[in-house]
C-alpha cells in the first residue's frame, strides 16, 4: 500500500500543474487591474507603471508563471500585494479554521448519512421513506447560501440561540467556548446540504446490497433483521459512499466558501473571495494550491478506504 501510495502523489504532480496553469490564465484573463485596487482609483499611470514593475506584472504571462512556480518549489507562496505578509503565513491562520469547519461536519454529515440510508433502504417505499425523500430533495435543491440566509434569520435574529457570524463578538475574549458556539450555523448549514445529497446515495447502495444472494442466505440461516442490516449490507453498502466522499472533497470546500462569506467567518474560502475582489494573485495562487492538495488527498484517502471496509481489495 505504502508503494501504492507514493506512485499516486507522483502521478498527481501533472494534475497539479494544471490546475496551477488554468488558474494562472484565468485569474490574469479576468478584467480589472491589480495597480486600480492598490493604489486607489487616482493613481496616475506612471505609478501604476512602476507598481506593476515592482510586483513583476509586466513581465510576460510565461515568464510570471515559471517564476512563480521556481517560488513554489522553494516552499514559497509569495508575498501577499494588499496584506505584506508571507502568503504561507497568511493561509496558515486561515486554514485551519476551514479545516474545522469542514472536519466537524463531515464526520456528521457522514454518521446521518449512513443512518439515513439504512433507516430509508429498511423502510423502502414506506411513509417514512417517502418524507425523507421529499426533505433531501428539498433541501438538495436549496442553494446552501439561501440555506444559511434562512438559519440566521430563524436562530440568529428571530430566535437568538446562536452568532450570526464571525468568530467572536466584538469585546469577547476569544477561546473555545466562543468559537465553537459561532461555527454551530455554519457547520449546521453544510451537514443539511451534504446529508440531502449522499444520504440518497446510501439509501440505494443499503437497498442494492439487500437485493443480493448473500442478504438472501443470511436471512434463510435465520439470522435477525439487525444483524443482516449492519453486519452483512451496510459495509458493502459503504464502497458508493467511500468513492461519493472523495469527489466531494472540492463541492464541500467551495461550500466553505459561500458559508464563510454568508457567516463573515474568517477562513480560506473568505480569504480567497477577498483576495479575488483585490486581484491578490499570491494568496489566489497559494489558496488554489493548498485546495488542489486537499482535494488530490482525499481521493487518495477515499481509495486507500476501500481495502479497509473490502479485504478483497489489494494495492500494489
Known amino acids: 500500500m505504502l508503494r501504492y501510495t507514493i506512485r499516486r502523489l507522483i502521478e498527481s504532480i501533472p494534475t497539479m500543474l494544471g490546475i496551477t496553469i488554468i488558474t494562472f490564465i484565468l485569474v490574469h484573463l479576468v ?12 493613481y496616475t499611470p506612471s505609478q501604476a507603471a512602476a507598481l ?31 496584506q505584506g505578509l508571507p502568503v504561507l503565513q497568511i493561509i496558515g491562520i486561515n486554514l485551519p479554521r476551514t479545516l474545522a469547519i ?46 444559511g440566509v434562512l438559519l440566521i434569520i430563524w436562530f440568529a435574529i428571530d430566535i437568538p440561540l446562536f452568532p450570526a457570524g464571525g468568530i467572536a463578538d466584538p469585546g469577547q475574549t476569544m477561546n473555545f467556548t466562543v468559537w465553537f458556539s459561532h461555527i454551530i450555523l455554519p ?7 451534504q446529508v440531502a445529497y449522499m444520504g440518497r446515495f446510501m ?39 467511500i468513492t461519493l466522499f472523495g469527489f466531494s472533497v472540492p463541492t464541500l470546500f467551495a461550500g466553505t466558501l459561500y458559508i464563510e462569506m454568508i457567516f463573515n467567518y474568517p477562513g480560506l474560502g473568505y480569504m480567497f473571495w477577498q483576495a479575488a475582489l483585490r486581484r491578490d494573485f499570491p494568496i489566489i495562487f497559494g489558496a488554489t494550491v493548498i485546495i488542489g492538495v486537499l482535494t488530490i488527498l482525499g481521493n487518495l484517502l477515499a481509495d486507500l478506504l476501500y481495502a479497509v471496509v473490502d479485504p478483497r481489495i489489494r494495492y500494489n
Request: charged share 10%; proline share 4%; aromatic share 12%.
Open 31 to 42: 478584467p480589472g487591474n491589480t495597480a486600480a485596487v492598490m493604489l486607489g482609483p487616482h
Open 52 to 82: 506593476n514593475h515592482q510586483l513583476g506584472l509586466d513581465k510576460p504571462l510565461p515568464v510570471q508563471y515559471l517564476l512563480w512556480l521556481w517560488q513554489l518549489l522553494h516552499g514559497n507562496l509569495g508575498i501577499s500585494y494588499t
Open 102 to 147: 469542514v472536519g466537524i461536519s463531515t464526520v456528521i454529515f457522514t454518521i446521518l448519512s449512513i443512518m439515513q440510508g439504512i433507516y430509508q433502504a429498511h423502510h423502502q417505499n414506506s411513509v417514512q421513506d417517502n418524507v425523507i425523500t421529499v426533505l433531501a430533495y428539498f433541501f438538495f435543491s436549496m442553494p446552501i447560501f439561501w440555506l
Open 187 to 193: 457547520v449546521i448549514t453544510l451537514v443539511i446540504a
Open 203 to 241: 439509501r440505494g447502495s443499503v437497498v442494492e446490497s439487500l437485493m443480493q444472494d448473500y442478504i438472501r442466505t443470511a436471512r434463510a440461516k435465520g439470522l435477525s433483521e439487525r444483524v443482516v442490516l449492519y453486519k452483512h449490507a451496510f459495509r458493502n453498502s459503504l464502497l458508493p459512499l
